[in-house]
């Protein structure tokens, strides 16, 4: 069975800084997409970055570029996302997700596993 589980998230001031993490099990990751979502409260969740299985391609929503870091350790199944100078619009619940196979996506709707979420909450 698979599974992903998220850590790392936590209450910050704004300007500071969480690393989340998300450990998968349960398969091989490694050639997979794998990428971070949120979803704040009333809102829909959304894309915030995907790294792909090589660690060539690495995309960013443009409201997080130059602040967050995807980043993976395949021979550990895991992923993670540096968060820096956090502003109080990144609160929300994040996700970690999965695509099976090489072809990157934004879009939830294309990403077959997910974790149940970390909260992050960033105050002013």
């Known amino acids: 069975q698979v599974h992903l589980v998220e850590s790392g998230g936590g209450l910050v001031q704004a300007g500071g800084s969480l690393r989340l993490s998300c450990a998968a099990s349960?398969?091989?990751?490694?050639?997979?997409?794998m990428a971070w979502f949120r979803q704040a409260p009333g809102k829909e969740r959304e894309f915030v970055a995907y790294?792909?299985?090589?660690?060539?391609?690495?995309i960013y929503e443009d409201s997080v570029k130059g602040r967050f870091t995807i980043s993976r350790d395949n021979a550990k199944n895991s992923v993670y996302l540096q968060m820096n100078n956090l502003k109080p619009e990144d609160t929300a619940v994040y996700y970690c997700?999965?695509?099976?196979?090489?072809?990157?996506?934004?879009?939830?709707?294309?990403?077959?596993?997910w974790g149940q979420g970390t909260q992050v909450t960033v105050s002013s």
């Open positions: 997700a999965a695509r099976g196979g090489v072809w990157t996506s934004t879009l939830a709707t294309n990403y077959d596993y």
């Open positions: 349960g398969r091989t990751f490694s050639r997979d997409v």
């Open positions: 790294m792909s299985g090589s660690g060539v391609s690495r």
